[in-house]
């Protein structure tokens, strides 16, 4: 059974008008439910918005969901958003495998990848 967000928010917040039936759907699925990449992207996006702790809550999650995904990249992707990145971008280095082309220079503040510039050289011609 996927849950999406506001299932996980639902049990994530400490005053949600919908804990009581998230509660109970989770002991009705507990062992069938299932969150996708794009859950704990939202939840990162949403993370300013309401109090809760980032890593825990991806902790809670993978506890009590499948998910086909590599929750290193999850846990990487929330270090990246401490070290300054957005969401996205945050994403991004996660699973870039350690090498990124991108013009971004947020990248470059990272120790676990290596970002390949896209823009040009200051002495190159820009439309060669």
Known sequence: MYADLDFWLALLKDDDWLADRAESLLDEYE???????????????VEERFTFDRERAVTAILELAAYD?????????????????????AFHAALSGGTIISSDLGYDGLS??????LEPDENEDSAA
């Open 112 to 117: 676990n990848v290596n970002r390949i510039r």
């Open 69 to 89: 995904g590599d929750p290193n990249v999850v846990y990487q992707a929330s270090e990246n958003i401490e070290a300054g990145l957005n969401t996205f971008d």
């Open 31 to 45: 062992g069938d439910l299932e969150v996708s990449l794009t859950t704990f992207i939202e939840l990162f996006l």
